[in-house]
């Protein structure tokens, strides 16, 4: 398994404004991806977390508003831009370990005012 | 991409009956995984199953992969196990995975 923080556990925030969530695993993974849970719905996936590269994007997401950043193999963040009520949701950090399971963070639940 | 369902979206049971939850999915997968997510958001990784049979105590899931559905058991249902639970899946020389929308449950004594 993984142990993963990740903060902060929830924030309020003007639009306009821009967060940045924080994402530490215990041990060393290759594959970290980040996704949101809207109000009541189901996980949809941002993107894809590269260590040392730019990250991949699903569709729908662009990197001007969620850029990532992976400058190591335990360390990801990703930063909610130009923030509007709509980015309301919570955000969750994940990782893929060595035997293919899929372990989540605790989430960043965000309120855009 | 893969289509993920899963059913039934609602389930009540009382303390102490069993239940099955379903989860269809549209290609052949390579990962499947179920998870529980419980009152306070947090997400607990149940089972790694793309193909077979898992025990883990009172829960149980089968996927065949054959005819693309998995199945999760939950025996002897307590007042702990309500929460959403989640199918999610990943195709062939894919790792990314796609989330159905949930089973939510609801255990009452």
């Known amino acids: 398994s993984a142990v993963i923080s990740q903060k902060p556990s929830r924030d309020i925030c003007q639009r306009g404004t821009s967060l940045t969530i924080q994402c530490q695993v215990d041990?060393?993974?290759?594959?970290m991806f980040w996704y949101r849970q809207q109000p009541g719905q189901s996980l949809t996936l941002i993107a894809t977390?590269?260590?040392?590269?730019?990250?991949?994007?699903e569709s729908g997401f662009v990197i001007d508003k969620f850029p990532i950043s992976r400058p190591n193999l335990t360390f990801s963040t990703l930063t909610v831009s130009n923030m509007s009520p709509e980015d309301s949701s919570i955000y969750l950090c994940?990782?893929?370990?060595?035997?293919?399971?899929?372990?989540f963070g605790s989430g960043t639940q965000l309120s855009v005012l | 991409g893969i289509q993920v369902e899963q059913s039934p979206p609602d389930l009540i049971l009382q303390e102490g009956a069993n239940s099955t939850l379903r989860c269809n999915f549209s290609d052949s997968v390579n990962n499947l995984q179920w998870f529980h997510q419980n009152p306070w958001g947090q997400l607990i990784n149940l089972f790694y199953i793309p193909s077979g049979t898992k025990q883990n105590g009172r829960l149980s899931a089968t996927t065949v992969a054959t005819e693309r559905y998995s199945l999760l058991y939950i025996s002897s249902s307590q007042t702990t196990d309500s929460g959403v639970y989640f199918c999610a899946v990943s195709g062939a020389g894919s790792y990314q995975l796609t989330f159905g929308k949930g089973t939510k449950l609801s255990v009452i004594p």
């Open positions: 041990s060393q993974v290759t594959m």
């Open positions: 994940s990782v893929l370990t060595g035997n293919e399971k899929l372990f």
């Open positions: 977390a590269n260590q040392g590269s730019e990250a991949t994007y």
